[in-house]
């Protein structure tokens, strides 16, 4: 009698060490995944412990991913306009868009040292100089 | 003590311990995402009020104003959780450069208008430390916006400290464009004191002297145009005049550059000038002042690169419509880039024969001078001609004067 008890009682125990073990390996799985699948949003708590040139390096790489990933729509886009030959000007592929200070738009800005504009391969404006 | 109640307890042990493992877990699960000790968008409860919490994820697909609310909400999040508010909005600016959809640079300057004035009257900025949280940079987008945001949000306190403390602020700015910046700023802050009414908003200006005051005026009609469109918590004016030549036609004659240069940016969405004869059109039967103050804001809507604009400026055949042109050269564009570029940009004049390349070269040299804080003196008019270096050096000269047409 005894040792059927044991017998049953160590199989619970086996049986319940393992569900808890189940349970750790999934939520430990889970938590992989989700960190795996997390890169579009910025780890701003990091960047909010730092100062100076570190934070700002920090913000301008967190605040990257998130705009990689959110894919800047509506998207502006370089495109020749009709009746023209040669000048390439902005446009916005959403029709008419209110941007506030489209005065400073860059759009095609390739990296923080070369303009966009400078790899078009379309010529310049066909010039007259006055006379 | 009993085998079978050892066993019954460790059972319960090795439950509990699972148990508050997991819960650990959990707890700690989004640990990576957070804003300072703020939750992810992604964990906040369905249905619950929605809070901003730096994700820009969130404002994916949203356009036009609600795009723009988005982005604020969002970038305020990052701003308000920042440990240096400052050195989080100029990474912000850096990655706008950086994003190849343009859409945040087209965007920021507004933008951080809000974002700066809620964080301004969330931690209840005053006028005396008002410059030390000014940014340092002479970036015209986000970095101006969050400026301009400020300068807003200490309004009444201007107002109250009067005209020549608010000039005395402006000059301790550490750059000729910080302090442009900030001479706009006061625009802003005197539409939102007279309830977005122009004419007492450009007394105010005027108050501030012939030095500062076109400049400010700009930063009237940008104000008056978020007031038009309901932007940055401004109230729509009723029956708002819309129509450029109708609003620029009736204002007072040293506002009319600013007032078409404005008017150009905020109303022409969509329009891009491509050619002279464009310019011509946009500005028919307008006259005298009116008309060079249209053509300078018919080129400020043309293409990004402003060889291109002095090339569009050179097809036109009237030397007054040149001239006006000229003073429209976005070359804010070329911050951020190669200083060559600003050399090469100066070469351009040579587009212009006689005195008109020399006005280029004079027009070049200021507005070249405020954004390289008069660095071009030496690195970009000292390489040209001895005429052409003598109208760039009048240029750098002359850029502690009004700017008018610039932002």
Redesign the interface.
Known sequence: MQHT??TS??R??LL??L???G??LT??AD?RD??AE?P??????T???????A??????????R???????????TFAA?AD?TT??????I????????????????????????LGWTES??E????? | MS??TL??A??AA??L??GI??GV??A??G??????SEP?ASETTPGAPETAT????T???L??DE??ACYSKELAA?VN????PL??V???T??????????????????MHTVAREYAVRTKLTLTNLMDSLPRTND??CSA?YAHGLVTAVAPEIEKAGPKVANQLCVKSDTRYQRYSCTHGFGHAFMRLNNEKLPPALQMCRELGTAAAPDCAQGIYHDYWFAV?G?DDTAKPENPVTDPRELCGAQPEEFVRPCWYRAF??TA????T??GAQIDEMCAGLKGLQRNACVTGAI??????P??QL??C????DDED?EACIRGT?V???L???PQ?QVDLLNDCK???GA?SLTCYRWLGKVLGVVSNGEIRESGCAELPRAARRACEAGVDSMDGPLVTF?
């Open positions: 008890f044991f009682t160590r619970w125990l319940g060490v569900l808890a073990l349970v750790i939520s430990v938590r989700r960190r997390a579009s949003n910025g780890d701003f708590g960047c909010a412990r730092l100062e100076g040139d934070a700002r390096a920090c913000y301008s790489r967190e605040v990257g998130e705009l990689q990933a959110v894919g800047g729509r509506p998207q502006l306009p023209a000048q390439v000007t902005l446009t916005s959403e029709g008419p868009q209110p941007l506030l200070c489209d005065l400073h738009a860059r759009v095609g800005v390739m990296n923080a040292q070369v303009p966009g504009w310049l404006v010039t007259t100089p006055r006379s | 085998r079978r066993l019954v460790g059972l090795a439950v311990v699972a493992v997991v877990l959990a700690a699960g640990g990576a995402d957070e804003v300072g992810v730096g994700d820009l994820n404002c994916a697909g356009v036009k795009g723009r990052i959780g920042a440990g240096d050195a989080a100029e990474g912000i850096a990655a706008a450069y950086a994003d190849q959809s343009g859409f945040l640079l087209a965007n920021c300057h507004g933008i015209p987008g916006g469109n932007i940016v905020e969405a969509g329009t891009r491509e050619s400020v809507i043309g293409p990004p690169d060889s291109n090339a569009i050179a097809s036109l055949t040149v976005k804010q564009n070329l951020n880039f190669d570029l587009l212009f024969e008109m932002s």
